[in-house]
């Protein structure tokens, strides 16, 4: 069982940034795949990104690439998203979640956390 707490949104001007930060429970963070989605208000939760278990690899949506950085601390159990040139299209609830798959993450990760608003004013 894994128990993950996001924390570090909040509202900030279009072009600002921002970084959030997932803490994991539990001595087993360092086997799972973690990953970012996102659900803006009356839209389906969306990927954003996610990082392997050695977190030598990455993978972003489109939408973010070049503007969001995901990274992992396992010494800490920590997972964190940097989040530059924000846009207000990126408004919504921002969901860590971890997987013991990587090829699963995007589709069907095995824990969510219980998300963090990220507003982001024009």
């Known amino acids: 069982q894994v128990q993950l707490v996001e924390s570090g949104g909040g509202l900030v001007q279009a072009g600002g940034s921002l970084r959030l930060s997932c803490a994991a429970s539990g001595p087993t963070f360092s086997r799972y795949a973690m990953g970012w989605f996102r659900q803006a208000p009356g839209k389906e939760r969306e990927f954003v990104s996610r990082?392997?278990?050695?977190?030598?690899?990455?993978d972003y949506a489109d939408s973010v690439k070049g503007r969001f950085t995901i990274s992992r601390d396992d010494a800490k159990n920590t997972l964190y998203l940097q989040m530059n040139s924000l846009k207000p299209e990126d408004t919504a609830v921002y969901y860590c979640?971890?997987?013991?798959?990587?090829?699963?993450?995007?589709?069907?990760?095995?824990?969510w956390g219980q998300g963090t608003q990220v507003t982001v004013a024009s």
């Open positions: 990082i392997t278990v050695s977190g030598t690899s990455t």
């Open positions: 979640a971890a997987s013991l798959s990587w090829v699963l993450l995007p589709t069907t990760p095995d824990y």
